[in-house]
């Protein structure tokens, strides 16, 4: 703890509360997470503001204790309008993109409400769902399938939910629909333009012969991509299809050679399932080279600090000085090395811990 608000004696008897509690793991995390109530409370912050604290800290210990379960189970979160209809060709289509994907080892994770949040998880079955509700005046209300396995938390604030359906996720189903689902597609396309998120894949999925997201292709080729304030190649990282089977083998399919990646200082690490062979890599520094701020891409092994950690040290690895500034343009790279001859075929990615 590094507040100088907090008396030394506080920061003691923190500790010392923990140690009687019988905690032992991770004790300065939880330590600062006590001392940041203790500052709260000398800074005179007004009661809605901790209201509002409380109830956040609340709300996502119980998403984590909810998710903590299915911590090595692979999970796609789709998102959807609640008011999608179940004779809707889109609740089918859902249904059909749920369904599949359970088949190949997955869980979904949806907002636990109705319309194409129930046909989710009415595709995967209630033991491959988890829900993440909003408490509402209206519409959200955990549906039937949710409710039944009690696999669901309701939350108060959109913004803590909204974490939770993006953090334990490893791929992400956009299906057309309003206001928030918007907001939740374009919060994912953030995320990943500006590398505050790992790579994911992420599906546009439409009925069949849906224009949906083709309306939103055309507004970012005739308005937003000329106008200069999106690259050229943003929605390049996005599958618009209307086919659940392409939209199941974009999700599956990303985890074929990449498995994870992980900054070294200003050099990236990327943990592969596969060794690439000299000329995988002689054509990956040809065709990425410019992503680069110098030097090659080359093979390695596990670096120091991930051995100290066990951190993948079976995988082998590609290290490169990658340009921190161009990180949105990494799919690029990470398509490249699913494409490899060397790549084994895909499999549900190793779910990690942080």
Same mark, same amino acid.
């Given at each position: 703890m590094t507040d100088s608000t907090i008396p030394p004696e506080v920061t003691d008897d923190i500790r010392s509360l923990l140690a009687d509690a019988g905690i032992t793991e991770d004790v300065e995390l939880i330590s600062r997470i006590l001392a940041t109530g203790v500052g709260l409370g000398l800074d005179t912050t007004s009661r809605l503001d901790l209201k509002i604290t409380s109830a956040a800290l609340s709300e996502m210990r119980l998403a984590f204790r909810l998710f903590a379960p299915y911590r090595d189970v692979p999970k796609v979160t789709v998102f959807g309008s609640a008011r999608t209809r179940p004779d809707d060709p889109l609740y089918v289509r859902t249904v059909e993109l749920a369904r599949e994907l359970a088949s190949r080892g997955w869980m979904v994770v949806t907002g636990a409400g109705?319309?194409?949040?129930?046909?989710?998880?009415?595709?995967?079955?209630?033991?491959?769902s988890l829900g993440v509700s909003i408490r509402l005046p209206f519409e959200e209300k955990p549906n039937a399938i949710v409710a039944a396995?009690?696999?669901?938390?309701?939350?108060?604030?959109?913004?803590t939910r909204k974490l939770m359906l993006v953090k334990e996720s490893s791929g992400f189903v956009c299906m057309p629909g309003g206001f928030g689902t918007l907001d939740e597609m374009?919060?994912?396309?953030?995320?990943?333009?500006?590398?505050?998120?790992?790579?994911?894949?992420?599906?546009?999925?439409?009925?069949?012969?849906?224009?949906?997201?083709?309306?939103?292709? /055309?507004?970012?080729?005739?308005?937003?991509?000329?106008?200069?304030?999106?690259?050229?190649?943003?929605?390049?990282?996005?599958?618009?299809?209307?086919?659940?089977?392409?939209?199941?083998?974009?999700?599956?399919?990303?985890?074929?050679?990449?498995?994870?990646?992980?900054?070294?200082?200003?050099?990236?690490?990327?943990?592969?399932?596969?060794?690439?062979?000299?000329?995988?890599?002689?054509?990956?520094?040809?065709?990425?080279?410019?992503?680069?701020?110098?030097?090659?891409?080359?093979?390695?092994?596990?670096? /120091?600090?991930?051995?100290?950690?066990?951190?993948?040290?079976?995988?082998?690895?590609?290290?490169?000085?990658?340009?921190?500034?161009?990180?949105?343009?990494?799919?690029?790279?990470?398509?490249?090395?699913?494409?490899?001859?060397?790549?084994?075929?895909?499999?549900?990615?190793?779910?990690?811990?942080?």
């Open positions: 109705p319309g194409i949040m129930q046909a989710a998880a009415e595709g995967a079955g209630p033991d491959n396995s009690a696999r669901n938390v309701a939350m108060k604030y959109f913004f374009f919060e994912l396309l953030t995320l990943q333009q500006t590398g505050k998120a790992e790579p994911t894949p992420i599906v546009l999925l439409d009925a069949t012969g849906g224009d949906f997201w083709q309306g939103l292709q /055309r507004f970012a080729d005739d308005h937003l991509i000329p106008s200069g304030v999106i690259s050229p190649d943003d929605l390049d990282r996005v599958l618009i299809t209307d086919s659940a089977e392409a939209a199941a083998e974009e999700i599956t399919g990303f985890w074929r050679n990449y498995d994870s990646l992980r900054w070294m200082g200003d050099r990236l690490v990327l943990r592969l399932r596969a060794r690439p062979s000299d000329a995988e890599i002689d054509d990956l520094n040809e065709r990425f080279s410019h992503l680069l701020t110098h030097g090659r891409i080359e093979r390695t092994g596990p670096r /120091r600090r991930e051995v100290a950690e066990d951190d993948r040290v079976d995988l082998p690895r590609l290290i490169m000085h990658f340009d921190q500034f161009r990180v949105g343009e990494l799919f690029h790279l990470i398509r490249a090395v699913n494409a490899f001859d060397s790549a084994p075929p895909a499999s549900p990615p190793v779910q990690r811990r942080a």
